[in-house]
């Protein structure tokens, strides 16, 4: 079921409370989560697009 | 897909090494614990810039979180950022933004919905695992529907909107955007709460809104308010409700065809212009050309109007439970059709043309004030996901949240997930009047 998207990072198929799950179990640390988010950020979201500057 | 406007890096990496000693230490602080999130940049972040996606804030840093943010660092969320959004929250595409326009990740071509569409792709495509949202006619449940997530407008004046930048105050809303039911539960939870400084806030017992997911949902009576909410609906937003509607029927014990009252007498263009006024009198040009024609429209609307608009919500809002008596919740489809590419968007929200609100059918529920949520129930042919929405009388969040679990766990539509790849090409914009 899990698509594209999320295969490349195995925390980014875990739902909220999924992640909530393995920071209770020790399984994953908030640092960890911190940074695969951080990764999926420069993957799909690498740049602001700005359109409209101040001085336009 | 531009959703955030702004990335926290280093102030989540500091946050989650405490985080991560306390987790170390067996101190959870609660559920959140550790909880990568992102909020809407209309909400305030003590030192980093908060915008409203707009010109105007360009260099606004606020001193003091907003209520909601405080409240969830608390709980030991982490913010990783903060997300695009339509300026100033006023409108339903997250198309016309300072920043540049938000991509639905469903499709890149397409808009989100808004006004919260930076939350909305960012939670869809794996960014963080929950995001804020705000909503004055939609703005969490319309951008949740086309992004395939589930969003929850809570009851007016349940959650804090103290620090939030305002649209039209009397709407204004504040709610979870996540991947699943549970997620909105846990972040709810956390966010619920009387706040004595917000004008909006009302007191409420504190509720255990996970508890709440284990309620029995089948003795729970469905009302379908076929008129005006199912008229001109898409063919295939149409199959995807009927389908959803048959699942709801199994679940709970009756289905019958309901009417809700009418809203038409509780617009408030001025109240969004009392919040501006002084900015847009000395720096109109700043705003965005949407913005500023609906600005324009606020500065002419008049008092007796107002008051009259807001003596008939307020009168609304105490009676609106009488349409939940032979009734438990309503379902609906949250938008009749599929987002508009944003080249389409963008050239629609630039004209001078007043919209028709007909196809409109999350605005009522922001007068209303009453709780209402929206949660993945189909794809249309081309792949573009399709919301439904549930809602109930003041207060029915937990009863809400309980049937909306009830659906997931008979489904499987909350589990897919956008087909984004890391060379996914971007398709370029044409430009708009306000770029030339």
Request: charged share 25%.
């Amino acid at each position: 079921m899990v698509a594209g998207a999320q295969s490349d990072n195995p925390w980014a198929s875990e739902s909220l409370a999924g992640a909530a799950a393995a920071i209770r179990a020790r399984r994953v640390t908030p640092s960890e989560l911190v940074r695969a988010c951080l990764e999926r950020i420069e993957i799909y979201n690498p740049k602001v697009e700005c359109l409209y500057h101040r001085d336009a | 897909m531009n959703a955030f406007i702004t990335v926290t890096r280093e102030q989540a990496l500091a946050e989650a090494r405490v985080l991560d000693a306390e987790q170390a230490a067996g101190r959870l602080r609660s559920p959140l614990h550790g909880i990568p999130i992102a909020l809407k940049d209309n909400i305030d972040t003590a030192g980093v810039r908060t915008t409203a996606a707009s010109a105007v804030y360009d260099d606004r840093v606020p001193k003091e979180d907003a209520e909601v943010v405080r409240r969830l660092a608390a709980a030991g969320a982490i913010s990783i950022g903060k997300l695009n959004l339509h300026e100033f929250a006023n409108g339903g595409t997250s198309a016309t933004s300072y920043f540049g326009p938000v991509r639905n990740p469903w499709d890149l071509r397409r808009n989100p919905g808004g006004s919260s569409g930076g939350s909305a792709a960012a939670v869809s495509a794996g960014l963080c695992y929950g995001a804020l949202g705000t909503d004055t006619g939609g703005s969490i449940r319309t951008p949740a529907s086309w992004c395939g997530i589930v969003g929850l407008k809570p009851t007016y004046g349940l959650v804090s909107i103290r620090g939030i930048i305002p649209l039209t105050l009397s709407l204004d809303h504040c709610g979870p955007m996540t991947r699943t039911v549970e997620d909105a539960a846990m972040m709810l939870h956390a966010m619920a709460g009387y706040d004595r400084l917000d004008i909006a806030s009302v007191t409420h017992a504190k509720e255990d809104y996970l508890a709440a997911l284990q309620q029995p949902v089948s003795a729970l009576r469905v009302g379908i308010p076929r008129a005006p909410f199912f008229d001109h609906l898409d063919e295939d937003v149409a199959k995807a409700v009927e389908e959803a509607l048959r699942v709801l029927a199994k679940l709970t014990r009756s289905q019958k065809d309901v009417m809700l009252p009418s809203t038409r007498e509780t617009s408030l263009p001025g109240e969004m212009y009392a919040y501006h006024e002084e900015m847009y009198k000395r720096a109109a040009t700043r705003y965005m050309i949407p913005t500023r024609n609906n600005l324009k429209r606020g500065a002419e609307a008049k008092a007796s109007d107002y008051v009259r608009a807001r003596w008939a919500l307020e009168l609304l809002r105490r009676t609106i439970d009488d349409s939940f008596q032979e009734i438990d919740v309503v379902a609906l489809p949250t938008r009749r059709r599929s987002p508009r590419t944003v080249d389409d968007a963008r050239k629609r929200e630039e004209s001078e043309k007043v919209r028709n609100p007909e196809l409109e059918n999350t605005q009522a529920f922001n007068a209303y004030g009453i709780p209402a949520i929206s949660v993945p129930c189909g794809f249309t042919r081309d792949g573009m996901p399709v919301g439904l929405m549930l809602a109930g009388p003041r207060f029915s969040e937990g009863r809400l949240l309980s049937l909306a679990a009830a659906y997931q766990k008979a489904t499987e539509w909350h589990t897919r997930r956008p087909p984004l790849q890391p060379d996914t090409p971007v398709p370029a914009l044409a430009p708009t009047e306000g770029e030339r």
